[in-house]
């Protein structure tokens, strides 16, 4: 999917069925409890602006601004991602009413968006190679001013064997059955992240695991 031309509908389509796959595998829930934390003690009424990288369809920051609401916290919720067919993809799965911003861009040539709070990502990070993961946390770090997190997944044979035979038996998107395992064999082991972070020269960072086979990164500035 990084490598080929795709169309709109392919993409679209790959996109609906990651959707499908996040929602089966409790994706948002790592990203929600982290929310909770952080804002935790926040006042009603408050703005929270975050901005999402790699954000595809969108169903995470519509998970996002779902929880705001009920905390009685004011969504300014950005979405990014490189590819145009993604904004559509995501303005056209979220209901009227719900306000976020799509923007087409690369995360690292990012202009004119509202200096976020909170910058999340999900399944993005294994996008990249070792130097964009470090430049990424740097980013996040200069440029988040109350924290991070990245949600990516574990490196692990049975994650791997296991979506393999999940996508076939589900008959997911030929892109999603092909790019699944691939994805992750290039994602993370708890020693990557100790490693990126140090080159990055990042503090305070906390690695994480969640069922199934989630590796993510938390950071809370106190
Ligand atoms: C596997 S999808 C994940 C989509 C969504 N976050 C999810 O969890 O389903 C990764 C997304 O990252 C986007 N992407 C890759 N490199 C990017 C970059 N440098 N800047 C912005 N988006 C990028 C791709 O276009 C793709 O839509």
């Not at 998107?173 to 290039?186: E, I, K, M, N, Q």
């Amino acid at each position: 999917m990084d490598t080929e031309a795709v169309s709109a509908a392919d993409f679209a389509a790959c996109l609906a069925d990651l959707e499908k796959v996040n929602r089966l595998t409790l994706a948002a829930r790592p990203t929600l409890a982290f929310l909770a934390r952080l804002t935790a003690g926040w006042p009603r009424g408050t703005e929270l602006r975050l901005l999402d990288a790699g954000s595809g369809q969108g169903e995470m920051l519509r998970q996002i601004h779902r929880f705001a609401t009920r905390r009685g916290l004011v969504p300014r919720l950005t979405g990014v991602d490189l590819n145009p067919h993604a904004a559509a993809a995501a303005r056209a799965a979220t209901p009227a009413g719900m306000a976020i911003d799509w923007v087409t861009a690369d995360i690292f040539d990012l202009r004119g968006v509202p200096a976020p709070h909170v910058i999340t990502s999900a399944l993005f990070a294994h996008h990249l190679d070792d130097a964009g993961v470090v430049r990424f946390l740097r980013w996040m770090e200069e440029t988040a001013s109350h924290g991070w997190f990245v949600n990516d997944l574990h490196r692990h044979w049975f994650a791997h064997h296991g979506f393999a035979l999940l996508a076939a038996a589900m008959r997911w998107h030929r892109f999603v059955r092909h790019d699944g395992p691939l994805s992750v064999a290039r994602a993370f082991v708890a020693a990557d992240w100790a490693r990126l972070l140090g080159e990055a020269g990042v503090q305070g960072a906390r690695v994480t695991w969640h069922l199934p086979f989630r590796l993510c990164v938390a950071r809370i500035r106190r």
